[in-house]
């Protein structure tokens, strides 16, 4: 799995995606994230304030370094919301 390679742990994103199953707080998910494009996803000062936002929202205490893994993962990623192949990939990363 990709992440792993980052250094981002298994259990984080299982607890993460056991989260997201919530329906509540899968509607606030999608509003913080419902306005951003491929060129905030490649800001590392707006990345930084999304993953700090989103942990805040899944009640997860993240440290600096899992923060800084998180945000090298996503700027690699190089993902566009409004690619349909970038987000089947990026899902089928975390399956």
Do not use: C
Not at 9 to 38: C, G, I, S
Request: charged share 30%; aromatic share 8%.
């Amino acid at each position: 799995m990709s992440y792993q390679k980052f250094g981002i742990r298994p259990d984080l994103v299982e607890r993460v995606k056991f989260k997201m199953k919530n329906p509540v707080v899968k509607d606030r998910m999608k509003t913080m994230l419902a306005n951003v494009n491929k060129y905030d996803l490649q800001d590392r000062a707006k990345v930084r304030k999304l993953v700090k936002s989103a942990a805040a929202a899944l009640s997860e205490n993240l440290t600096e370094t899992q923060e800084d893994q998180i945000i090298t993962f996503i700027l690699s990623q190089k993902i566009d919301p409004n690619n349909t192949f970038h987000l089947l990939k990026l899902w089928a990363t975390f399956r």
